[in-house]
């Protein structure tokens, strides 16, 4: 079972470039959430969805765009790269309903110089 | 707002020592509490979780136990292996009022089991 798959694992990017890091999910899972990793702030919620063509903002969600155009994928586009957004980038999905759990993604750490 | 505060690391150990990671939550409702570990390099994996009150999740050893009273879901484990060295999330969803897509993590714990 793939669970969830993000791409690339790694990326460089230099100030100002614009990239889109991809999440794609084979559960059937509703809700899908992007987060961020930073070292001594653990895990911060960027956008989420909890459905096909239904996004919303977390709490950083300056910098990043995001589209749910099928269940399944659920890309994140920095339109314009900036240094603070160095991070270790994580996808997650969950049903919503009852206690289930969350799978994330293996992560993508991108570099902005 | 919702918050979880989880004792500072890294913490560094000798094999078959006695593990605890403190964790106390601040949220509305009764919420559903996690513990995730990330190995070195790779994603996040639930470890154990519990929905409610007084339950207690275990997996590999690890225990926690939802303290509502306290606030509290701390991990534990009587003899840690080298194999455990990682880092280690506790997390809160709350499942109810529309929010439980959402979950909020601590800081995490590193974990160094030496032999």
């Known amino acids: 079972n793939a669970g969830v798959t993000q791409t690339p694992k790694f990326q460089v990017l230099k100030t100002g470039q614009s990239m889109t890091l991809q999440c794609a999910q084979d559960?059937?899972?509703?809700?899908m959430s992007w987060y961020r990793q930073d070292p001594g702030m653990g895990l911060r919620l960027i956008h989420y969805?909890?459905?096909?063509?239904?996004?919303d903002q977390g709490e950083v969600p300056n910098g990043y765009n995001v589209s749910r155009s099928t269940t399944e994928d659920f890309p994140l586009r920095l339109l314009s790269a900036a240094p603070s957004q160095t991070s270790v980038y994580f996808c997650?999905?969950?049903?919503?309903?009852?206690?289930?759990?969350?799978?994330f993604g293996q992560g993508t750490r991108l570099t902005v110089v | 707002g919702d918050s979880v505060t989880q004792m500072e690391g890294p913490v560094t150990l000798s094999e078959e020592a006695f593990l605890t990671i403190n964790c106390t939550y601040t949220a509305t409702g009764y919420p559903s509490l996690f513990w995730y570990v990330q190995y070195p390099g790779e994603g996040l994996q639930l470890l154990l979780k519990a929905t409610k009150a007084d339950d207690k999740g275990s997996n590999k050893g690890f225990e926690a136990t939802y303290r509502k009273e306290t606030t509290s879901f701390h991990l534990e484990k009587g003899s840690v292996q080298v194999s455990d060295s990682a880092v280690y999330f506790c997390?809160?969803?709350?499942?109810?009022?529309?929010?439980?897509?959402?979950?909020?993590f601590g800081k995490g714990t590193l974990l160094t089991v030496n032999p």
């Open positions: 559960m059937n899972h509703e809700y």
């Open positions: 969805s909890v459905g096909a063509g239904i996004t």
């Open positions: 997650a999905s969950s049903r919503p309903q009852g206690q289930t759990e969350a799978f």
């Open positions: 997390a809160l969803r709350r499942d109810s009022g529309g929010s439980n897509y959402k979950l909020t």
